[in-house]
């Protein structure tokens, strides 16, 4: 049996709840594994690709507990605890848990009928560096925004793309988030494992990389390490980072723009709402889509080439006004005019390839489409 301080364990539990699946595919992902040996209590979840632990110290050393359960079950129960300790104890193959009443959880036995272990991922970190973990969170809540979660182009749309300048996501156009490490390393992660940096916000997170060689097949992993919570997974092979326009994607994001001017967001983006109303009805959603941006000396005016329609946003600022017209998707615009969550927008434009939204360290790039004005009129019988 094990005593432990219910606000101790719902703080793990809390944590630990980030690291199960909302879809399940394998069995081990619904289950979270309780160890306590050598006077610590862990606390593990994984999916098979990721393997996420928490420990609390200072355990009774005469204590033991091995118990694999049902996830949600224990950590909504232990999140509705009211007294002031929780007991635990293995017992006829379920773990009784005494807290408010007493309740059974049913153990999740391996073959063997042993206590199942959950399948850890170990690591020997050949490179390490520290990186501040709201850093690590910008990665998730910027570069989410242009993530490709339906079926993508390019296999490696599903990733974000990761090194020692920043990261990047695009689907027809790159989020960067700009940031310096002092360490040098390319790779990819997923969105799962992205999810899992809000448990890191506001820390100092020490980041550990290593590639084994698994019978002739290199593997790579990371680690992420902060107090009690290590989070360790693998990652993607150097082949599929090698193919990741990472370059590109920085060479319209360094190009020269003449011209840079700054608008109110929910402006623009309210804009952009109202002249996609119509945009929806059968035809060539792309043509439907296509919009004239005019850089005017008081405003930016954007008009539907198809059916005419017009909205004008005043400058706030302008400090490098150049006068300016190209083409774009308008429901592309309004989608990353939405992802962004400044008051201002910052449009840097006139090179004749993109226009480009900034803030801070972010970089939001948008791809001009080519006059569209004769295909238009030539679909329209004109």
Request: hydrophobic share 35%.
């Amino acid at each position: 049996m094990v005593k432990i301080n219910t606000d101790l364990i719902k703080d793990l539990t809390s944590k630990i709840n980030k690291g199960i699946e909302d879809e399940r595919t394998v069995r081990v992902s619904e289950l979270l594994e309780l160890l306590v040996d050598n006077n610590k209590l862990v606390l593990a979840v994984t999916n098979t690709q990721f393997y996420l632990k928490l420990e609390l110290s200072q355990m009774d050393p005469n204590e033991t507990l091995h118990a694999t359960v049902d996830a949600d079950e224990f950590i909504k129960l232990v999140s509705k605890t009211t007294t002031k300790e929780i007991s635990l104890e293995e017992s006829n193959g379920n773990l009784l848990f005494k807290g408010n009443g007493e309740y059974i959880f049913p153990l999740e036995l391996d073959k063997n009928g042993s206590v199942k272990t959950l399948p850890v991922i170990d690591i020997n970190e050949t490179q390490t560096f520290e990186v501040s973990g709201d850093t690590l969170y910008s990665i998730y809540s910027f570069g989410n925004n242009e993530l490709v979660n339906d079926v993508p182009v390019d296999n490696v749309q599903k990733y974000y793309y990761l090194d020692n300048l920043g990261a990047i996501t695009y689907t027809e156009s790159p989020y960067l988030n700009n940031f310096s490490i002092n360490s040098k390393f390319k790779i990819l992660i997923n969105n799962r494992l992205a999810q899992l940096f809000s448990l890191f916000r506001g820390q100092k997170v020490t980041v550990g990389l290593s590639k084994e060689n698994v019978n002739n097949i290199y593997q790579n992993k990371i680690s992420f390490t902060y107090g009690n919570i290590k989070l360790v997974s693998y990652l993607p092979d150097d082949t599929l980072v090698s193919k990741y326009p990472a370059d590109q994607c920085r060479m319209l994001q360094n190009n020269p723009y003449p011209g840079k001017v700054i608008i109110n967001r929910l402006d623009l983006a309210n804009a952009l709402d109202r002249l996609n109303i119509f945009s929806t009805k059968d035809g060539n959603v792309v043509y439907k889509k296509a919009g004239k941006l005019n850089f005017t000396a008081d405003g930016l005016e954007i008009t539907s080439i198809m059916d005419k329609n017009k909205e004008f946003i005043p400058y706030r600022e302008k400090p490098n006004f150049n006068a300016y017209t190209c083409y774009m998707n308008l429901g592309q615009l309004q989608r990353h005019a939405k992802a962004n969550n400044q008051d201002t927008l910052e449009i840097n434009y006139g090179n004749e390839l993109s226009i480009m939204f900034t803030k801070a360290n972010y970089s939001q790039i948008i791809v001009e489409m080519e006059n569209p004005t004769e295909t238009i009129n030539s679909l329209m019988g004109n």
